[in-house]
């Protein structure tokens, strides 16, 4: 019998704190990142516990076989946008990864 959950991907859409940071201070059109999927993952980030986030095109994911977080480890080429957020002070960093037209 499969295992139904290793069958499908965690994708989701960009969260409101990442979309809204790379809209107003990144200045990175809507248009850009509607069709873009992230995965999320908790970790520390210098110690302090943190939300990290990776935003990539799900197409070439699915084509790639990229199916979580850490799959993306792999093929690093397609992570567009990555960084993380503190949810206790709600700083946010990201940072372009690769080309991705206006």
């Known amino acids: 019998m499969p295992l139904l959950w290793w069958t499908r991907d965690n994708s989701r859409d960009i969260p409101q704190w990442a979309y809204s940071h790379l809209v107003t201070r990144l200045g990175v059109a809507h248009e850009a990142l509607s ?7 908790r970790d520390l980030v210098n110690g ?8 990539f095109n799900p197409e ?3 084509n790639a076989g990229v199916r ?4 993306l480890d792999r093929h690093p080429e397609l992570i567009q946008w990555e960084g993380w957020q503190d949810p206790a002070t709600g700083a946010v960093f990201m940072e372009q990864k690769s080309y991705m037209s206006p």
Request: hydrophobic content about 35%; aromatic content about 10%; proline content about 5%.
């Open 48 to 55: 302090t516990p943190s939300v990290l986030i990776r935003i």
């Open 35 to 41: 069709d873009l999927k992230c995965f999320e993952r």
């Open 60 to 62: 070439e994911a699915r």
């Open 68 to 71: 979580d977080f850490t799959s």
